[in-house]
């Protein structure tokens, strides 16, 4: 910026210097504005009209002194008319004392009338009498200096404003890379101050909020692997002192015993499916295999498989669903295996006695799936992290008892990955329970393809 600033003082000095010279050598720039002076054409139609009235140019000379001084002169030069005859012979101009004396041939402009040219006319350049002391030598000296020195403190004006309003432009900017070098070295509390113009300021917030992501990606992160280590230790440990007890001879390996050893491979195995699946779903690369699907009649298979579950734990099971088909573009298993994650969650939170509600309307342009428990409910501090991997509203739930926590969160990533949305709602008290909705784009094509349910 400060080479730019440079070399537009530069130029500015340079046109500046251009201009003085030019106004010094006052002669060129005269016999430069002469060059380009052109008769006006009026002043052919005048003389045309002047021939036809007195069919000759006698008496022409005082028209032409009143035209000729109209025309422009500088200091020392001027222009004068120089007309002639049809033959060429000068009438009136510089020349008119000599008689019969040819025009100059300088091109001159032809006079026609009737068709026949009657005369011609040009411009000559002559010199004019200078006036009494003229402005030469110790006025140009002055204004020579006088360009000289303003040329010199516009430069060194511009050069110093140019210095200091880099500086003003650079110090947020360097601040601002400090800031990332800071935080790039794993210190991510660092901000960038809201200081310089308006551009600067849009920057620095940009990098607050990168900073302020990847500082909450960070504490995902750390929280994640610690709750990785917890679900893996319970079932890893049971593994450990059974196998220990079996080798001790403290327990008999009998089928009892086998099982709970297979019983914990599969709690291993489901979280190491759970977490698989769920980091390729944040990720947006799990395999969908999409087809124009009739959300209405999954949900209503998935809910048929429910109803067993629902007696044994002594729970009312009640759907509402839409009458007219709801065909939504998507892989049916991975719409399975979200509605079995939400009614297995509503499940696990619902009391005997209690009551799971299946609705599904249309809603515009969007498929709305809403499932209805009245368990425990979820307080209002909870409500914007069920859907964060491990999340449990009650931290004393084990996964034997509450799961992993990886449900909802499985449930967000897949649902989002169909360009949908999930939402929870909940007052916190007991008995009123949860609701969780699942929104879906309706498809587009839905009257080419055949919709598809699942078997």
Same mark, same amino acid.
């Given at each position: 910026?400060?080479?730019?600033?440079?070399?537009?003082?530069?130029?500015?000095? $340079?046109?500046?210097?251009?201009?003085?010279?030019?106004?010094?050598?006052?002669?060129?720039?005269?016999?430069?504005?002469?060059?380009?002076?052109?008769?006006? =054409?009026?002043? $052919?139609?005048?003389?045309?009209? *002047?021939?036809?009235?007195?069919?000759?140019?006698?008496?022409?000379?005082?028209?032409? @002194?009143?035209?000729?001084?109209?025309?422009?002169?500088?200091?020392?030069?001027?222009?004068?008319?120089?007309?002639?005859?049809?033959?060429?012979?000068?009438? *009136?101009?510089?020349?008119?004392?000599?008689?019969?004396?040819?025009?100059?041939?300088?091109?001159?402009?032809? $006079?026609?009338? +009737?068709?026949?040219?009657?005369?011609?006319?040009?411009?000559?350049?002559? !010199?004019?009498?200078?006036?009494?002391?003229?402005?030469?030598?110790?006025?140009?000296?002055?204004?020579?200096?006088?360009?000289?020195?303003?040329?010199?403190?516009?430069?060194?004006?511009?050069? $110093?404003?140019?210095?200091?309003?880099?500086?003003?432009?650079?110090?947020?900017?360097?601040?601002?890379?400090?800031?990332?070098?800071?935080?790039?070295?794993?210190?991510?509390?660092?901000?960038?101050?809201?200081?310089?113009?308006?551009?600067?300021?849009?920057?620095?917030?940009?990098?607050?909020?990168?900073?302020?992501?990847?500082?909450?990606?960070?504490?995902?992160?750390?929280?994640?692997?610690?709750?990785?280590?917890?679900?893996?230790?319970?079932?890893?440990?049971?593994?450990?002192?059974?196998?220990?007890?079996l080798q001790d001879g403290v327990f008999q390996l009998t089928n009892e015993e086998l099982q709970?050893?297979?019983?914990?491979?599969?709690?291993?195995?489901?979280?190491?499916?759970?977490?698989?699946?769920?980091?390729?779903?944040?990720?947006?690369?799990?395999?969908?295999?999409?087809?124009?699907?009739?959300?209405?009649?999954?949900?209503?298979?998935?809910?048929?498989?429910?109803?067993?579950?629902?007696?044994?734990?002594?729970?009312?099971?009640?759907?509402?669903?839409?009458?007219?088909?709801?065909?939504?573009?998507?892989?049916?298993? +991975?719409?399975?295996?979200?509605?079995?994650?939400?009614?297995?969650?509503?499940?696990?939170?619902?009391? !005997?006695?209690?009551?799971?509600?299946?609705?599904? +309307?249309?809603?515009?342009?969007?498929?709305?799936?809403?499932?209805?428990?009245?368990?425990? =409910?979820?307080?209002?501090?909870?409500?914007?992290?069920?859907?964060?991997?491990?999340?449990?509203?009650?931290?004393?739930?084990?996964?034997?008892?509450?799961?992993?926590?990886?449900?909802?969160?499985?449930?967000?990533?897949?649902?989002?990955?169909?360009?949908?949305?999930?939402?929870?709602?909940?007052?916190?008290? !007991?008995?009123?329970?949860?609701?969780?909705?699942?929104?879906?784009?309706? @498809?587009?094509?839905?009257?080419?393809?055949?919709?598809?349910?699942?078997?």
């Amino acid at each position: 910026m400060s080479l730019a600033f440079s070399l537009a003082v530069a130029i500015s000095m $340079i046109l500046v210097a251009m201009t003085g010279f030019i106004i010094n050598r006052h002669d060129r720039l005269g016999d430069f504005f002469l060059d380009r002076y052109q008769l006006p =054409g009026t002043l $052919i139609t005048q003389l045309v009209d *002047y021939y036809q009235q007195h069919k000759s140019w006698v008496g022409v000379g005082e028209f032409l @002194a009143a035209q000729e001084s109209e025309l422009p002169s500088v200091p020392g030069r001027g222009l004068a008319l120089l007309l002639a005859d049809a033959a060429g012979r000068i009438i *009136y101009g510089s020349q008119t004392d000599a008689e019969e004396a040819p025009m100059p041939p300088d091109n001159p402009l032809a $006079i026609i009338w +009737r068709g026949q040219v009657i005369g011609y006319i040009q411009l000559n350049r002559v !010199p004019v009498a200078a006036p009494p002391n003229p402005p030469t030598g110790f006025l140009q000296q002055q204004i020579g200096s006088l360009v000289v020195i303003v040329s010199v403190i516009g430069g060194l004006t511009s050069i $110093i404003a140019g210095i200091v309003v880099t500086r003003s432009l650079t110090a947020p900017l360097s601040h601002l890379a400090q800031m990332a070098r800071e935080f790039g070295a794993k210190n991510m509390d660092k901000r960038a101050s809201l200081q310089g113009s308006a551009e600067i300021v849009e920057v620095a917030k940009a990098f607050n909020d990168m900073a302020d992501a990847l500082q909450e990606n960070e504490r995902q992160r750390r929280n994640m692997v610690a709750d990785i280590a917890h679900e893996l230790r319970t079932p890893l440990a049971v593994l450990k002192s059974n196998l220990e007890a079996l080798q001790d001879g403290v327990f008999q390996l009998t089928n009892e015993e086998l099982q709970v050893l297979i019983d914990q491979t599969e709690l291993l195995g489901h979280l190491v499916n759970d977490l698989h699946d769920l980091a390729q779903a944040e990720a947006r690369q799990l395999h969908l295999d999409t087809q124009v699907v009739d959300f209405s009649g999954l949900v209503s298979r998935t809910a048929e498989k429910f109803t067993s579950v629902a007696n044994a734990h002594n729970i009312t099971l009640q759907t509402h669903l839409s009458p007219e088909p709801l065909p939504v573009e998507a892989d049916w298993k +991975r719409l399975d295996q979200v509605m079995n994650n939400l009614l297995t969650n509503a499940f696990q939170h619902t009391p !005997p006695g209690g009551r799971i509600q299946i609705s599904q +309307r249309r809603d515009g342009q969007w498929a709305r799936l809403m499932i209805r428990d009245t368990g425990s =409910g979820i307080p209002a501090e909870h409500l914007p992290h069920v859907f964060e991997r491990f999340y449990r509203v009650d931290a004393s739930r084990s996964r034997e008892t509450g799961g992993a926590g990886l449900g909802l969160a499985i449930v967000k990533a897949i649902v989002e990955m169909h360009d949908g949305y999930v939402e929870a709602d909940s007052d916190g008290i !007991p008995g009123s329970g949860t609701c969780i909705t699942v929104s879906l784009p309706l @498809a587009k094509t839905a009257g080419q393809p055949a919709l598809v349910t699942s078997s």
